[in-house]
């Protein structure tokens, strides 16, 4: 016998259909709340990024308010030791005048001293009369006149010597006490100043460490951006193409401006490319770290010719020419001479920037452009 299953009845299949119905419509949400969690999971992230992205650039504002205050900071610092330096130069140069001084001042008293026993002593020299009375003839006697206004006038000279020398001693005195005042204030604002930048610097340091994913993406494409400015640099030098002034920047010349002579400096620029890459080392001044006046100092003293390592001293000096006016080699400042380059053309500029960065081409447009300063021609 044939076994059959018994017939369904209507309301059992209509039961089945509907819990078929129940689970396709679970699975539908199910899938639904999958691809909810999804966008939602996709915005967040999407918001997280924005956020971030927001925050680094507020550190990055924060970051260069402090790059331009310890760029003054430096330079100012910088400034300081170049005080310094020529005070201790004129201290060296007064105490070996002082030692002179004293030295011919004993002389000229010597001679004053043996002046006044010879005449105390010789009958001939206690009165013209005298002289009168021994002469034997008229060529002796105009001999014994001429003889005493020559003693005169020796014993005048000597009398003037040793006050000439006494006047002396004392100028030097009074420069080396007002030199050494100088140099214990100088000393003072150095540490005061050091003190700043070293403040500055540890805000800047954890700054950075807020936003480390961040810089480094924007260390890599600046790095590549570098590669190619320094590319298209070496290129002109290499061809010795002049390059005009760069995209927008007038050429025309002030009314009642001097007019500089021409460039004869432009040979720094193939030495300053040599040094490209370098890290910025506040105070610096070789190739193992740079500032700003550090570099430009370096760079010429390889051509003979000596500068300050500051900027604010070197912006007195040289010839000044306008934004307009540039040609390679011609120093270029900004924010009031608080930071400063050497102009290579095309619009361009090479620079030790600030701390945590390195020896680098810039376009002197935008920031620099509006915090330009001045130029000067060495």
């Known amino acids: 016998m044939t076994y059959r299953p018994p017939p369904v009845r209507p309301s059992t299949q209509i039961f089945r259909v509907l819990v078929a119905s129940g689970r396709k419509r679970q699975a539908q949400a199910f899938i639904f709340c999958i691809a909810a969690l999804c966008a939602a999971a996709s915005a967040n992230a999407a918001g997280t990024v924005a956020s971030k992205q927001a925050q680094a650039q507020q550190v990055l504002a924060q970051i260069q308010k402090i790059d331009n205050s310890l760029g003054a900071a430096v330079e100012s610092y910088n400034l300081a030791n170049v005080r310094l330096q020529k005070i201790e130069s004129d201290q060296r140069e007064n105490r070996l005048q002082l030692k002179i001084t004293r030295a011919n001042l004993k002389i000229a008293q010597d001679s004053l001293a043996v002046r006044l026993v010879h005449a105390y002593t010789s009958t001939q020299d206690n009165s013209t009369l005298s002289v009168l009375l021994g002469a034997s003839s008229l060529d002796d006697l105009l001999n014994r006149l001429e003889a005493v206004n020559s003693t005169s006038q020796q014993d005048a000279s000597i009398v003037q010597q040793v006050t000439s020398f006494k006047a002396a001693i004392e100028r030097h005195r009074a420069a080396l006490r007002t030199a050494h005042s100088q140099q214990q204030?100088?000393?003072?604002?150095?540490?005061?100043?050091?003190?700043?930048?070293?403040?500055?610097?540890?805000?800047?340091?954890?700054?950075?460490?807020?936003?480390?994913?961040?810089?480094?993406?924007?260390?890599?494409?600046?790095?590549a951006q570098q590669r190619q400015l320094a590319a298209a640099a070496r290129s002109r030098l290499a061809a010795g193409i002049a390059v005009p002034v760069g995209i927008g920047i007038s050429a025309a010349t002030p009314e009642g401006s001097t007019v500089a002579p021409p460039n004869v400096h432009g040979g720094v620029v193939g030495i300053a490319m040599q040094y490209l890459g370098v890290p910025y080392v506040w105070g610096g001044s070789s190739p193992r770290g740079f500032d700003c006046s550090g570099l430009v100092a370096y760079v010429f003293a390889q051509i003979g010719i000596s500068l300050p390592h500051s900027s604010y001293a070197m912006y007195g000096m040289g010839t000044p020419v306008s934004i307009g006016e540039l040609q390679?080699?011609?120093?270029?400042?900004?924010?009031?001479?608080?930071h400063m380059g050497i102009y290579i053309g095309g619009g361009q500029f090479?620079?030790?920037?600030?701390?945590?960065d390195v020896v680098k081409i810039s376009s002197l447009s935008g920031y620099y452009s509006s915090n330009f300063a001045g130029g000067r021609r060495i």
């Open 185 to 223: 204030t100088i000393v003072a604002e150095k540490a005061a100043q050091k003190q700043r930048i070293e403040s500055q610097l540890a805000s800047r340091r954890q700054l950075l460490s807020s936003i480390k994913g961040q810089i480094a993406r924007i260390r890599a494409a600046e790095v």
């Open 328 to 338: 390679p080699g011609d120093l270029v400042f900004f924010s009031g001479a608080s």
């Open 350 to 356: 090479i620079h030790a920037p600030h701390t945590g």
